[in-house]
C-alpha cells in the first residue's frame, strides 16, 4: 500500500473502539509499533464509510449467497446427514503480496522436501536406513501402505496438490502448522469465501486489488490434464461420497472444473486399467484427483472393510495405468511426529535449512527429547505421535500445558514414559490475532492461514489466499469447525490493480466432450425422477381426499371412507400427518439428488430444499379438510416448481433423458395403478372425479366428453389418449422417444432390450379402445412396466 | 523330508457375483536353508479372464483373478511338491526383553524381514489387556526372548482348548483368548498379541502340517485344513523363530510354509471382493503326504 493511505478516523473511534491487542500476541491489523498495518488501510476506511445497519446489511448478503449456492459442511455427529450453515466470519484476513510471495517460497522449497521424503519412504528407505527417520514411525504408521511400497507413481511424483495450515508466531515470522497431503480440502470453499465476500464488499477499491483466484484453478486443471495418459482418458474426482463433511466441495470443484464426480463403486479395473462404468459401456479414466483417503481406495489390498473403494484400483496404479492425485501412501507425510525430523532431513536432502520453519516438535521415543518434553510441559501440547490432526485439533488423549484434556488419572510423568514411543510434544503456539465482527464492532480473534499449492509442469503454484480459520474465542485451541471457529477469506493485495482472471484459457474456445453419463449418477437421477413424481402423484390423492372431506364437513361419510380406503390400497394413509404421509417418498428423492448433486443447477436444488424445509415447516396441527388441501396445494406448487427448473433448464444429455424417463415410467404407472383402485367393478359416484384429479384433467374431461365421468371416459381420457401429458400412452411415447436416444438403441438392426418391451405396449394402447382396458390389463400394463424398468437397470444403471 | 500337496478350496456364492476379483496366497515358495519347492500348480475353475502372479510386501507369492463375466463359484486346487530341510536345534543366544528392545532400536531397516513391522497393533490384532496380563504373568522378567516365546506357547496350548466348530474366521484375539478355545488362527492371534505385549515382535505364519504322523507318534492338531503358528524376532542373533501354539511344539520339517505377514489379514489364502447379496458357503480339503 502506498504511505498516503491514512485511516479514516471514524475507523478507530467506534469499530475499533474494543480492538485491543494482547501482549505478546502478533496481531494482523496492528503492527508491533501499535500502527495500523497499511495493506489494512483501504479496508477499514471502507468499512469505517459503512454505518452498522449497512455493514450488517451487507454481511445478511454474503450470508444469503451462500445458503443460496447451497455451501454447506457436515458436522461429524450422531445424525450423519446433518448439514451446517457455511460458518463465514465476514471481514477478510488481509496479507500483502510481498509478505505472501515469501511465504511461497518457504512452502515450495517445503512441498518438494516432501515430494523427497515420500519417495523414498516408499521408495528405497534411506533415512530410515541412516537414522532420520525413526523406523517404528513408518513402520507402525497407519498411512504407511505396504501394497505401495515401491511403486513409482505413473507421473513421476506423489505428490499434486497440497495444504499448509501455517500460522503468525508472537515475532511475527510464519510457522508452519501442519501438512495436507492425503486429500487436502479449502481450495472449493476457497472460491466460496471469496463469492460471498464479493457481495459483502463489492466496492471496486480495494478490491481491484486482490489478487484473484481463478488462475490457480486453471493452471491445476491444465496441470491434470497434461498428465502422462491422461490424453484421451477421463480426469475425475474420486469422492468418499454424500456423508463427507466436505462432500459440497467435492460437488462444486467438479461443477467448477468441468470434472466427472465418481465414487469408488463407478470405477472397475480391467487388464490393469481403470474404467468408469457408464450407461455406453466402461470408458478409460486417466487422472483420479481423489478426496477419499487411502485406506479406503482399494478393498482387495488396503481396507478390506471399505465399502466405497475400488477393487484393484492399487494393481491399476501399479502398473502405471492411473494418476493419483495425490499418489495413495502421500497420508504419511501429516504425521505429526515428523515434524521432528523434518528440519534436519530438509539439510540432509536439499542441503539447506528450512524458509519457513515448521512447530517445535520433540518425539519421545527418543531419551534426551523425552526428557525436553517433561521438563518442559507446561508450555507444550503433548499428543499422539502418528496423529494426522493439526496441533490445535487436540483430542482428549493429549495434554496442554501441563494437564490433560480429556479425565486421566495418571500422573503426566508416568504417561509420558509408558507411551513414549506413542507421543510427541508440540510448542503451545500463541496464534495471531486479526480482527472479527462481534455485537457491531471488531474484535482479536487466533487465527491460522491455509495455502493450497499445486503442482504445474513450470513448479508449484499457490492459491493466493482465501481460506483462514478464525477462532470463536481467545482461546486458540477452539479454532477447527467442527468445534465451532469459523472461515474467513484472505486477501492478497497487491498496490495497483490486478488483471482479471478467468478459469478459461483466453481465447482458446473448444466444445469439450463432456463424457457418457456414469451409471450410478444415471441410476440416481432415474430414481429422482421417479420418487419426485411419486411424491407428486402423493400430494394430489391427498389433496382430492381433504378438498372432499372440507366439503363433506364429515370423515365418517361413507364416500370419504372409501376413497380412504383406495389411497390406502396405494400406500398413501389418510390419517397421517402430512409430513409423515410423504416424507418417504420426498426423502428417498432427497438422497438421489444428494448423489448427483453435481448434475443439476443450483436452482434445481434449492427448490428441492425449499420443498423439504415447506414440509418440515408443516405443523402436526393442521386441521384435516381445509387447512391441509390448502397447504398440499402450496406442495404441489413448489414441487411443480422444481420440475420446471429442471425439465425447463436441463441440457437434453443422458442425465436429462434418465431423469425424465423416470418421472414418465412413474407417471405411467401412477395413473394405471389409480385406474386400477378406483376403477372396479362397483364404482362410487364421484369416485372417477378423484382419478381425474390425480391426472390434473377434470377441465379437459368436462370440454370433451360433456357428461359426467364414467369408466370409460376416464379410460379415454387418462389411458388412452396420445396428446394428454397424464395419460399412461402419452407417457408410454415419451418413453419410447427417450429410449430411442440412449445409447445402442439399436445395434446391427436389433432395437434395444428396453425397446423391445416398449414397442408392443405402446402399439398395444395406441389400438385400444377403452372397453378393452380391464383390470386385467391394468395389472398386466403395471407389470410390463415394472419389467421394462428392470431391463434399463440392466442396460444402462448396473 | 518331501511332501506331495494337494489342496482343494472352494466359494459357493447364493447369487452370481459381478466383476468379481479374488487375491490369492497359496503358493509355497522357497525359502533359503528352509524350504525348497520343487513345483507347484493352481488351477481355477471357472478359468478367470484375467490371472497373473506377483510377489506382494513380505515375499508371498499372490495370484491375481479376475473375472468379467459374474460367477457363483469358484474352486482352486493347488498341487505343490515341496522338500522341508531339518533344521538345527537352536541355540538360545536372545538377549532378554531389555535387551531385545535395544536390539530393536538398533534396527534401521523397513525391508520386509525387519521386525519393526512386528511390533504394533496390526489390522487384525488389537492390543488386548486380558492377553498382556497373562502373557506377564507367565514369562518370568529377565527371561530370554526365545524363552518368553517358548514359555508364552506352552502357557497358551495348556490353557486354550482346540476346538475347530468354536470360532470363525473372524474371531478376534480377545473373545478367543477369554474363552480359552479355537483353531490355530485363534492359538495364532492370541500369542501374537502376548509376545508383542512383551515387546517381542511377532507375525503370522500360514502354511500346511503333514497329514498322516510319524510311526508311533500322535496326528498334530491342524492337518485337515491349512494351519497356521507364529514367527517371533529373538533378536540380531538368533533372528527369526517360528513355534506353533497349536501344538506346542517349534516348526521344523513336519510344517510347510505358503505365507507370512502381520497377522491374518496378511495372508488370507483367498481375498475376494464381490458385489453379490447372497450368502457364501466355503469348503477346503487338505492332504499332505510325506513321500
Known amino acids: ?798 | 523330508m518331501r511332501y506331495d500337496i494337494r489342496l482343494s478350496i472352494g466359494n459357493d456364492y447364493g447369487a452370481p457375483s459381478d466383476h468379481a476379483r479374488t487375491l490369492v496366497r497359496l503358493l509355497p515358495s522357497d525359502l533359503p536353508g528352509r524350504q525348497i519347492v520343487s513345483s507347484r500348480l493352481l488351477t481355477v475353475d471357472p478359468v478367470p479372464n484375467e490371472r497373473y502372479e506377483t510377489t506382494d510386501f513380505f515375499g508371498n507369492a499372490a495370484t491375481v483373478l479376475v473375472f468379467h463375466a459374474p460367477i457363483d463359484r469358484i474352486d482352486l486346487t493347488l498341487r505343490a511338491r515341496v522338500e522341508r530341510l531339518l533344521q538345527p536345534s537352536i541355540l538360545d543366544l536372545s538377549p532378554d526383553l531389555a535387551g531385545l528392545a535395544a536390539e530393536l532400536a538398533a534396527h534401521r531397516s523397513l525391508g520386509p524381514g525387519a521386525p519393526h513391522h512386528y511390533t504394533g497393533p496390526s489390522p487384525r490384532i488389537a492390543p488386548d489387556p486380558a492377553i498382556t496380563d497373562f502373557a506377564r504373568s507367565v514369562v518370568p522378567p529377565g527371561s530370554t526372548a526365545l524363552q518368553a516365546v517358548e514359555t508364552l506357547g506352552q502357557a497358551l496350548h495348556a490353557q486354550m482348548r482346540f476346538d475347530a466348530e468354536a470360532t470363525d474366521v473372524d474371531t478376534t484375539p480377545s473373545e478367543a483368548f477369554a474363552n480359552r478355545h479355537g483353531v490355530c488362527q485363534d492359538f495364532s492371534h492370541v500369542m501374537i498379541a502376548g509376545l508383542r505385549a512383551l515387546g517381542v515382535p511377532a507375525g503370522y505364519v500360514s502354511g500346511f502340517l503333514r497329514t498322516v504322523p510319524p510311526p508311533g507318534q500322535p496326528r498334530l492338531e491342524g492337518a485337515d485344513a491349512m494351519h497356521a503358528w507364529v514367527s517371533a524376532w529373538c533378536g540380531a542373533e538368533n533372528g527369526w523363530v517360528e513355534y506353533d501354539p497349536t501344538n506346542a511344539c517349534t516348526v521344523n520339517q513336519d510344517h510347510i510354509t505358503v505365507a507370512c505377514g502381520r497377522d491374518y489379514s496378511d495372508v488370507s489364502p483367498v481375498r475376494g471382493t464381490l458385489r453379490t447379496s447372497g450368502e457364501q458357503d466355503s469348503h477346503q480339503k487338505v492332504d499332505v503326504v510325506p513321500l
Open chain 1, 1 to 798: 500500500m502506498t504511505g498516503s493511505a491514512r485511516l479514516h478516523p471514524q475507523a478507530s473511534a467506534s469499530l475499533l473502539a474494543d480492538y485491543t491487542v494482547q501482549p505478546g500476541v502478533a496481531d494482523e491489523l496492528f503492527a508491533p509499533d501499535g500502527a495500523i498495518r497499511p495493506v489494512w488501510v483501504p479496508f477499514m476506511n471502507q468499512l469505517a464509510r459503512l454505518s452498522p445497519e449497512d455493514i450488517a446489511a451487507h454481511f445478511t448478503r454474503g450470508d444469503q449467497y451462500l445458503r443460496d449456492a447451497g455451501v454447506f459442511y457436515r458436522q461429524y455427529s450422531a445424525d450423519p446427514q446433518q448439514e451446517r450453515d457455511w460458518p463465514l466470519s465476514h471481514i477478510p484476513v488481509i496479507l500483502h503480496e510481498d509478505e505472501w510471495s515469501e511465504i511461497c517460497a518457504g512452502l515450495s522449497q517445503r512441498a518438494d522436501l516432501l515430494e523427497r521424503v515420500v519417495a523414498d519412504l516408499y521408495g528405497a528407505a534411506n533415512l530410515v536406513r541412516d537414522g532420520h527417520l525413526p523406523p517404528d514411525l513408518v513402520a507402525q504408521n497407519p498411512e504407511w501402505h505396504r501394497p505401495l511400497v515401491g511403486v513409482t507413481p505413473a507421473s513421476g511424483h506423489f505428490l499434486h496438490f497440497l495444504a499448509f495450515e501455517i500460522g503468525r508466531s508472537p515475532d511475527g515470522s510464519w510457522l508452519v502448522l501442519g501438512d495436507r497431503t492425503q486429500a487436502p480440502s479449502g481450495a472449493g470453499f476457497a472460491l466460496e469465501n471469496r463469492m460471498a465476500t464479493a457481495r459483502i464488499f463489492p466496492e471496486p477499491f480495494p478490491r481491484a486489488n486482490i489478487r484473484r483466484l481463478a488462475g490457480f484453478f486453471r493452471a491445476f486443471r491444465n496441470a491434470m490434464d497434461a498428465l502422462p495418459g491422461a490424453d484421451g482418458r477421463r480426469t475425475a474426482i474420486l469422492t468418499p461420497g454424500p456423508g463427507n463433511d466436505t462432500y459440497f466441495e467435492h460437488t462444486y470443484i467438479a461443477r467448477y472444473l468441468g470434472l466427472v464426480l465418481l465414487e469408488g463403486e463407478d470405477l472397475i479395473v480391467q487388464n490393469g486399467a481403470v474404467q468408469v462404468r457408464t450407461v455406453s459401456g466402461p470408458q478409460p479414466v486417466g487422472v483420479l484427483w481423489r478426496r477419499l483417503d487411502a485406506a479406503y481406495a482399494d478393498p482387495l489390498e488396503l481396507n478390506q472393510n471399505s465399502q466405497i473403494g475400488t477393487p484393484g484400483l492399487v494393481d491399476a496404479i501399479r502398473q502405471s495405468n492411473v494418476n493419483m492425485v495425490n499418489a495413495l501412501g502421500s497420508g504419511i507425510l501429516e504425521t505429526r511426529a515428523f515434524m521432528a525430523f523434518l528440519p534436519k532431513i530438509a539439510e540432509v536432502l536439499l542441503g539447506e535449512p528450512l524458509q519457513l520453519p515448521n512447530i517445535a516438535t520433540w518425539w519421545c521415543g527418543q531419551p534426551s527429547e523425552r526428557a525436553y518434553v517433561k521438563e518442559n510441559a507446561d508450555q507444550m501440547l503433548i499428543g499422539q505421535a502418528l496423529s494426522r490432526a493439526l496441533p490445535f485439533d487436540i483430542g482428549a488423549d493429549a495434554a496442554l500445558a501441563g494437564a490433560f484434556r480429556g479425565g486421566q488419572d495418571q500422573p503426566l510423568d508416568a504417561w509420558i514414559d509408558a507411551n513414549a514411543a506413542g507421543l510427541v510434544g508440540q510448542e503451545a503456539v500463541t496464534l495471531s490475532t486479526t480482527p472479527a465482527w462481534s455485537d457491531g464492532r471488531l474484535v482479536p480473534r487466533p487465527m491460522t492461514v491455509r495455502v493450497m499449492a499445486a503442482r504445474t509442469p513450470q513448479g508449484w503454484t499457490f492459491l493466493p489466499g482465501g481460506y483462514a480459520r478464525i477462532g470463536r474465542s481467545d482461546d486458540a485451541t477452539a479454532l477447527p469447525m467442527q468445534q465451532g471457529g469459523s472461515v474467513a477469506d484472505v486477501w492478497v493485495m497487491r498496490d495497483h490493480p490486478v488483471p482479471e482472471e478467468t478459469l478459461f484459457d483466453p481465447g482458446n474456445f473448444r466444445r469439450e466432450d463432456i463424457g457418457a453419463l456414469p451409471s450410478r449418477a444415471a441410476d440416481n437421477l432415474y430414481w429422482l425422477g421417479r420418487y419426485v413424481e411419486r411424491t407428486e402423484g402423493a400430494i394430489r390423492l391427498l389433496r382430492a381426499y381433504h378438498q372432499r372431506l372440507a366439503e363433506a364437513g364429515n370423515a365418517a361419510d361413507t364416500r370419504l371412507t372409501r376413497i380412504a380406503d383406495l389411497l390406502g390400497g396405494l400406500s398413501i394413509d389418510v390419517n397421517l400427518p402430512l409430513q409423515a404421509a410423504l416424507e418417504p417418498a420426498l426423502g428417498a428423492a432427497r438422497i438421489c439428488a444428494g448423489k448427483v448433486r453435481d448434475r443439476f443447477s443450483v436452482d434445481g436444488w434449492a427448490a428441492l430444499a425449499d420443498l423439504t424445509s415447506s414440509l418440515q415447516a408443516l405443523s402436526g396441527t393442521l386441521r384435516p379438510g381445509d387447512d391441509c388441501a390448502r397447504a398440499l396445494g402450496v406442495l404441489l406448487r413448489k414441487i411443480t416448481g422444481f420440475n420446471g427448473l429442471v425439465h425447463e433448464n436441463m441440457h437434453r444429455t443422458s442425465g436429462w433423458r434418465f431423469l425424465t424417463f423416470g418421472r414418465a415410467i412413474e407417471r405411467a404407472d401412477g395413473a394405471a395403478a389409480v385406474l386400477l383402485a378406483f376403477a372396479g367393478d362397483e364404482i362410487a359416484p364421484g369416485l372417477p372425479d378423484v382419478a381425474l384429479e390425480y391426472g390434473d384433467s377434470n377441465i379437459t374431461h368436462q370440454r370433451r366428453y360433456r357428461i359426467d365421468p364414467t369408466p370409460d371416459t376416464v379410460t379415454d381420457l387418462m389411458v388412452l389418449d396420445a396428446n394428454n401429458p397424464r395419460a399412461v400412452l402419452f407417457q408410454l411415447t415419451a418413453m419410447r422417444r427417450i429410449a430411442q436416444d440412449l445409447p445402442s438403441a439399436e445395434v446391427e438392426g436389433r432395437v434395444s432390450p428396453v425397446l423391445r418391451a416398449l414397442l408392443p405396449l405402446e402399439a398395444g394402447l395406441v389400438v385400444a379402445d377403452p372397453a378393452d382396458i380391464t383390470a386385467d390389463r391394468l395389472v398386466d400394463l403395471r407389470r410390463a412396466l415394472s419389467d421394462i424398468s428392470g431391463r434399463l437397470a440392466a442396460a444402462y444403471l448396473v
